[in-house]
């Protein structure tokens, strides 16, 4: 049976300490604000939207939604953004996506400050991971690799297969598990005998959005098993990329969904809006 890697206690952990991070900045007079932009009505990104807020007032980091109309143009989002650019009490600004079709999202993400781009889509911070200098990188890898850090799961040397190469999880974390020394295979909708893949890994990585698609004959006994999956369960509820049921009795450890990789990914975001306050020399 094996270990279930759980993401909530890590999130709880790592809050703390964002909570007296906060506090410290607080007394030197930096007090930490997160924009987050959203345009539409996608009623997943609201609630997406409003939970982060919840989580940042908790910690005690200034929080502020700008809601605008689905009929809004592209211009007008990236004049929102270049006056938060502009903005020194706003550290961190993210876009909620999906945006609306007709407004160009290469050219909204583009136009945040990449010193403030607490959501790692900046081509110039994915131009860090693949050269392995520190930036601001997307929440879902990171949550996946720090899942494993904080579990004293070792990745140098490992083979790490991740099915998928979405441009969110899968191809940024490519470099970053590279990044970690891990000897590094990808999977996709293109590859021949997927199983024959996922059973030569030691970290099998599942970003691929199809519920509980990696069985467990598809894991070598012993794998750590990450799952970023997020899809609905048939019946109700939520289900990730693995059949976590049957995958248990043949992995060593498994993260869950819920409960997993997803727990971390406000706290990640969190812990990026730090990260820039330093990056903009806004402390010590
Ligand atoms: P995406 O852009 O749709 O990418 C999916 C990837 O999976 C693609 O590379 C696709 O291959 C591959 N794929 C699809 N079906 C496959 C199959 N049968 N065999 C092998 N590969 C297959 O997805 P994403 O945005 O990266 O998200 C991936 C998952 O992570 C989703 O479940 C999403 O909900 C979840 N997610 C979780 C969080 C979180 O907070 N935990 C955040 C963001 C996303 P091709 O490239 O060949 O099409």
């Not at 991070?21 to 604000?33: A, M």
């Not at 270049?82 to 407004?103: A, Q, W, Y």
């Not at 598809?218 to 048939?234: F, T």
């Not at 509820?237 to 409960?259: M, S, Y």
């Amino acid at each position: 049976m094996a270990i279930i890697i759980e993401g909530r206690k890590i999130a709880a952990s790592m809050r703390m300490e964002i909570k007296e991070e906060v506090t410290r900045l607080k007394e030197q007079g930096v007090v930490p604000k997160l924009a987050v932009v959203l345009v539409g009505d996608d009623p997943a990104s609201l609630v997406y939207a409003r939970s982060k807020e919840g989580s940042c007032k908790k910690l005690g980091i200034d929080y502020e939604l700008y809601v605008r109309p689905g009929t809004v143009s592209g211009d007008e989002v990236i004049a929102l953004i270049d006056r938060l650019n502009k903005e020194d009490s706003t550290h961190g600004i993210m876009i909620e996506l999906p945006l609306p079709k007709g407004i160009d999202k290469q050219k909204v993400l583009e136009s945040v400050l990449p010193v403030k781009d607490v959501d790692g889509v900046h081509p110039i911070n994915r131009g860090f991971i693949l050269s392995g200098v520190d930036g601001l990188f997307p929440a879902t890898p990171l949550s996946c690799i720090e899942i494993m850090l904080q579990n004293g799961i070792e990745i140098t040397g490992k083979h790490a297969v991740l099915v998928g190469r979405g441009e969110t999880v899968g191809k940024p974390l490519i470099f970053m598990m590279l990044n970690q020394n891990a000897t590094v295979t990808v999977c996709h909708t293109r590859t021949k005998d997927l199983s024959y893949h996922t059973r030569q890994a030691d970290i099998l990585i599942a970003a691929v959005g199809k519920a509980r698609m990696i069985t467990a004959g598809m894991i070598k006994p012993g794998a750590v098993v990450i799952d970023a999956g997020i899809n609905e369960a048939e019946g109700g509820g939520l289900c990730g990329d693995v059949d976590f049921e049957n995958a248990v009795k043949v992995a060593g450890a498994i993260t869950p969904v819920p409960g997993g990789v997803g727990s971390l990914t406000t706290v990640m975001i969190q812990k990026n809006l730090l990260k820039a306050i330093k990056l903009q020399g806004r402390r010590p």
